[in-house]
């Protein structure tokens, strides 16, 4: 088969516009054979955003051949290709029009998209744009967005996108065909050719897994596996854990020729394994470059064999998870002398539900049309390189996480040991796992959703690491609190009953009114008269949400929220006017879908009776999981409505001009005496640790928030905090420059924002860009973005913004690290958990310190909740809030022995203010210095040109 990639660089994306440069690439079956490329003249002036771009101007196309002649060396050799383009769609528009308006005839050959392809076939690549690929791919882009340069990448790619078309098997490629249709898509037509082209070399059939229920896997049962030890092994072990380490580190080093001794990690492992054999608690600060995870990993372990007991491990993030799952876990099995079991278990939600994917692929039930056309052939291929069923390890675009959300294994509608699927099943598989391991991995929310399940998640345990502790008390919040979604509710509504075609109850209609049996066509009858009442139910919620929107729009000021959302806070003893006439509607609501789900709960518990006879037994299953899901929508709202309970703080949130988007939030004011419930008077020994738990070297807010007193004789909680491993007065300078403007007073931000963009241009331009500069608020990003974008281009340094080039924090992250100088803006997410190590981040600069706004709901009523206790509400919860926050921001800089950096604080309140020293004082002793505006640059090259560290 002939291929023609094709990239056209064009004056813009209008109709009127030109094409500036050819790029054609002829790949015959796997091999580039022909290459053509061109500029072109286009008759007009190239926009200063097209040169900008592209590098080319109309200097360089003055001389080239104008486009007919360019069509004359082309069309020849499109002769018989099908068509393959990265976003195709754009250049198909620009070849047509340049064939008519030439007098030639319109392509009207096949069309492949490149994206779409990629999509499919690398299940979990992270990014389509064409350098990201190539990066992915190891494929050197040479000069991106000139058109010889994109169309030769682009054809490599097409290459890999064909040799993983040969490695898929027979079977998934018939799978794929059934998903995309042959005749209306070309994309369809080719996997019919590869099916084709497999047919007639059955030895080219590439069998990578098994076959079961027409899919192929990657996945085997799961069942019983091989001891990972015998006990004599664990006999075997030295008694005392400082004997066992040392041995352990004998094997590191000669595993890690350059390996050195770290003395905090060695505190860190022996205050550990401390905690865990005197039952206690343990909090302990570990600042980046500890190596932490190792620190609380090895004595875990040595402790949960010696001792034959389950222990688990909590991260907040995804990465730090991976992290322990993909580096370190595989060195300790190497390591460790004797064998053990680790295994990652994740919320249920994470992982597929075989049985639902098995039943949407047959019934072909594809809501967004293409769009889940592409997420289901993109799980097809992910089927058959699998083994965890994860969501984590796919990248969803547009739509997916819908989709995602409909074949996702849950509780309500699982058949268990009844499931065709059962032995394969990754969530019962990861479950099992867990329940033989020696070691568990999860996450917080996981344990959050394990007490509320009654500890019926998770294996029993009593020995609990939380590591990013300092995220705990949040998640806690979040997870103990309920909330309400105006979609969450439609969509329980919708997966019953949509409309007389789509749903649940239709198609269970339809199978029980198809039986050969009186019963089937009385049932069938009996769930279509309950169908009006879910309509009914539906357009009632629509009502509520609607007047529930006109209160919160017409009571807050999207202004005041960072985030631009309404947000608007409920108080029982202050309910707005309107509230009587909302209960009633909510209490009509209630009392319609208590009836509706009563005759459904009854109807279906006959229906189960005769349900394999039926064979409808995954349909009622999946009902029965709607129905449950419908209560807990009216529960919860229920018990929103009411504002009834004084440990919750309760608010409505909504984006402007969406009504649909409203959310009802209740959350608990203080989760400490639930965590004492479940975790530190349930639990042996609970491990808490992070690089930022202490205020001021003191943990006593963390302590609070979490309801742990150190202060009682009888405390069972230690707390340390280890000195770190990096020499940060050598290693960092903060600069403040102490006459820097305030934000106060009419014109204060104007006049704060003018002289932010110029004194980060200046020192951006010292640096050579290398710069975070990190913010509190989108808006003043957004805007400074745009000033420090037209001062820096002249010197060809970039900018980079979050929310502006990308909401995706490590796409931002990558091209800041390819790109030298870029200087790169970020709000929330930038501020923890970006490693950026070595000389790609020389400085950071903090704009303004991170101050949680005050008008947050849960904030304001736990700063009136301190006021009623007579404590200062902005010393006790804003400032140390905002410390542990700067903390993390400032551990952005430093990340291994040899970075070396400065670090800017344009906000003078740091040492203008009393509580300005708790910011300070909580650094790990950095070198700082205050200096006027206009010294800032001079000091900075001073400081960088000073000797190495
Ligand atoms: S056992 Fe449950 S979760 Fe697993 S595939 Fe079957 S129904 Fe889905």
């Not at 010292?766 to 990003?781: I, K």
Request: glycine share 6%; proline share 4%.
């Amino acid at each position: 088969m002939k291929f023609a990639v094709l990239d056209f660089e064009t004056t813009g994306s209008q109709t009127t516009d030109r094409i500036i440069q050819v790029g054609l690439v002829i790949i015959v079956d796997d091999t580039i054979t022909d290459r053509y490329t061109s500029l072109v003249n286009p008759g007009i002036s190239i926009p200063s955003s097209i040169i900008s771009l592209t590098g080319i101007d109309d200097d360089m196309v003055s001389d080239a051949p104008e486009l007919e002649t360019v069509m004359a060396h082309m069309v020849p050799l499109l002769q018989d290709c099908v068509l393959v383009g990265h976003q195709i769609a754009f250049d198909l528009a620009f070849l047509q029009r340049a064939l008519d308006e030439h007098g030639y005839f319109s392509f009207d050959g096949k069309v492949l998209d490149t994206i779409e392809a990629l999509r499919v076939l690398f299940p979990s690549l992270s990014s389509f744009q064409l350098s990201l690929v190539c990066q992915a791919f190891g494929i050197e882009h040479e000069r991106p967005h000139q058109a010889d340069s994109d169309a030769e990448v682009t054809a490599l790619i097409w290459i890999r996108c064909l040799m993983r078309f040969q490695q898929l098997s027979l079977l998934t490629l018939q799978r794929l065909s059934m998903v995309f249709d042959e005749v209306t898509t070309d994309f369809g037509w080719f996997v019919r050719e590869m099916i084709t082209f497999k047919e007639m070399f059955p030895g080219e059939d590439v069998q990578t897994g098994q076959n079961y229920r027409q899919f192929s896997l990657a996945v085997k049962d799961w069942g019983e596996e091989d001891p990972p030890r015998e006990d004599k092994d664990v006999l075997a072990m030295p008694d005392d854990f400082a004997s066992f380490y040392a041995q352990l580190k004998l094997a590191l080093k000669e595993r890690f020729k350059d390996y050195e001794d770290r003395e905090a990690q060695e505190t860190m492992l022996a205050e550990v394994e401390t905690a865990f054999e005197q039952e206690r608690h343990l909090m302990i600060e570990a600042g980046t470059g500890t190596g932490k995870s190792l620190g609380y990993l090895i004595p875990a372990l040595y402790y949960g064999l010696k001792h034959d007991k389950k222990m688990l491990v909590s991260t907040h993030t995804i990465n730090l998870q991976e992290q322990i799952r993909e580096r370190d876990i595989p060195l300790l099995m190497d390591l460790f002398p004797i064998g053990f079991r680790a295994a990652v278990f994740k919320g249920r939600s994470h992982y597929l539900c075989l049985r639902k994917f098995e039943h949407k692929m047959g019934q072909q039930d594809f809501e967004y049309g293409k769009e889940d056309r592409l997420t289901a052939g993109q799980m097809l291929v992910w089927l058959s390189e699998t083994e965890h069923g994860d969501d984590e390890e796919l990248h969803f675009s547009g739509k997916g996480s819908q989709f995602w959300h409909t074949v996702a294994s849950d509780t309500d509608s699982c058949l268990n040991r009844a499931c065709p699927w059962f032995k394969k099943c990754f969530y019962h598989r990861a479950r099992n796992n867990a329940s033989t391991a020696d070691l568990v991995i999860t996450n917080h929310s996981m344990l959050f959703t394990d007490t509320k399940a009654e500890s019926r998640l998770l294996p029993s345990y009593k020995h609990l690491v939380i590591d990013e502790a300092h995220h705990f008390e949040e998640v806690a919040s979040k997870h103990l609190g309920i909330e309400v979604a105006y979609g969450a509710f439609v969509g329980a509504l919708w997966w019953l009953y949509k409309d007389s075609r789509t749903g649940q109850l239709p198609t269970l209609s339809l199978r029980l009114s198809k039986a050969d049996n009186d019963k089937g066509l009385a049932w069938s009858k009996a769930i279509d008269t309950l169908l009006p009442g879910l309509l009914h139910l539906k357009e009632e919620w629509d009502e509520l949400t609607d007047l529930l929107y006109q209160l919160v729009a017409s009571r807050s000021d999207p202004t005041q929220s960072e985030s631009g959302q309404l947000v608007y806070r409920l108080k029982s003893e202050n309910k707005p006017g309107q509230w009587d006439k909302l209960l009633v509607l909510e209490e009509n609501m209630y009392l319609k879908s208590s009836e509706i789900l009563k005759k459904l709960d009854r109807l279906l518990s006959e229906v189960k009776d005769q349900q394999e006879v039926l064979d409808v037994a995954g349909l009622v299953t999946d009902i029965s999981g709607s129905v449950k899901e419908l209560y807990r929508q009216r529960d919860n709202l229920h018990f929103f409505m009411a504002l009834a309970d004084p440990n919750y703080v309760y608010w409505l949130e909504a984006g402007s001009n969406k009504s649909k988007s409203l959310q009802l939030i209740s959350v608990p004011l203080d989760v400490s005496p639930m965590l004492q419930e479940h975790f530190f008077e349930a639990k042996a020994s609970v491990i808490m640790t992070s690089a930022t738990l202490s205020v001021g070297k003191s943990f006593d807010y963390t302590c609070e928030q979490l309801g742990l007193d150190t202060t009682a004789p009888d405390t069972k909680v230690k707390t340390v905090q280890l000195q770190s491993p990096f020499n940060y007065r050598q290693q960092a300078l903060v600069a403040i420059p102490r006459d820097f403007p305030s934000i106060r007073g009419n014109s204060g931000e104007k006049h704060f924002l003018a002289e932010l963009a110029q004194s980060l241009a200046e020192v951006a331009v010292e640096t050579m860009g290398r710069m975070l500069v990190l913010f509190t608020s989108n808006r003043m990003l957004k805007l400074t973005h745009a000033a420090l974008k037209e001062k820096l281009s002249p010197f060809g340094i970039g900018v980079l913004g979050q929310g502006v080039d990308s909401s995706n924090r490590s796409k931002l992250t990558r091209l800041f690290q390819n790109n030298s100088a870029s200087v790169l803006l970020g709000t929330s997410s930038f501020w923890e958990g970006v490693d950026i190590p070595g000389d790609a981040l020389t400085c950071l600069a903090i704009v303004r310190l991170p101050f949680q706004p005050p008008n947050h709901p849960l904030v304001e009523a736990k700063m009136e909740n301190l006021k009623k206790l007579n404590l200062n509400p902005f010393m006790k919860l804003s400032v140390p809030q905002a410390v542990i926050r700067f903390k993390q921001g400032f551990g952005r800089l430093v990340r291994t022995t040899k970075d070396k950096g400065i670090v800017i604080i344009y906000d003078t309140r740091v040492i203008d203010t009393s509580y300005g020293k708790y910011f300070l004082y909580s650094l790990p002793g950095p070198k700082i210095e205050h200096m006027p505006t206009t010294q800032l640059v001079g000091r900075i090259k001073q400081w960088m040109g000073e000797s190495e560290i």
